[in-house]
């Protein structure tokens, strides 16, 4: 299932590229990080394939980033409730650069340029692109909007995930950070050695 994932994840690599070079947009760092983001993330199969790329780092580095997602963890759940905007680094983030790049979740790989995406229940939602790549746009005069349509990539995602579950009987719904997948990852015993 992990190399469906896989092949799913390079789709839309490809894609995002794709229309990213038509702005002439990279992404190379800013202030406005959004790995400062509090992405929520859904699919049992994302949380799988952390896991699978905790075990590409070396034993120091996996302790670094488990004792920094606690540390997160805690400060999010300590803002519960009086601070919902607390923006604060995504554990994986080493010094501007996601340790486990090749094994973020689909919304890491999705986020800065403009997109569409279908409602399951008709409708369309239009979203503008993160505001450095506004700033970007207003800068060079380029405004114009390139279609960029999220929906297959969503809709491919849960029937992977749909097929996922229904080989492991999985029923739990899912709602986490990364931190919090990092912190489950040490809880469940799934802990890497
Ligand atoms: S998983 Fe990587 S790309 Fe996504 S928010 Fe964390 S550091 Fe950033």
Redesign the pocket.
């Known amino acids: 299932m992990l190399k469906r994932l896989e092949t799913l994840f390079l789709e839309m690599d490809r894609a995002y590229a794709a229309v990213a070079d038509q702005y002439g947009f990279r992404c190379d760092g800013c202030a406005d990080n959004?790995?400062l983001?509090r992405?929520h993330h859904h699919t049992l199969l994302e949380y799988l394939y952390l896991v699978e790329g905790m075990r590409t780092l070396e034993s120091g580095v996996r302790r670094t980033l488990q004792k920094n997602a606690s540390a997160v963890s805690a400060c999010m759940s300590a803002a519960d409730g009086c601070d919902e905007t607390l923006r604060i680094m995504?554990p994986?983030?080493r010094d501007g650069w996601?340790?486990?790049?090749r094994y973020?979740?689909m919304i890491?790989r999705l986020h800065g340029i403009p997109h569409e995406l279908q409602r399951p229940g008709g409708g369309i939602i239009k979203n503008p692109g993160c505001n450095p790549f506004l700033e970007r746009c207003r800068e060079s005069g380029k405004t114009d909007y390139i279609r960029f349509d999220r929906t297959p990539f969503y809709r491919q995602m849960a029937m992977l995930e749909r097929d996922l579950r229904r080989e492991t009987g999985y029923t739990e719904k899912l709602r986490l950070t990364?931190a919090q997948m990092l912190v489950t990852i040490m809880d469940s015993g799934n802990e890497i050695n």
């Open positions: 959004c790995c983001t992405f995504c994986l983030n996601c340790s486990l790049y973020r979740p890491c990364i």
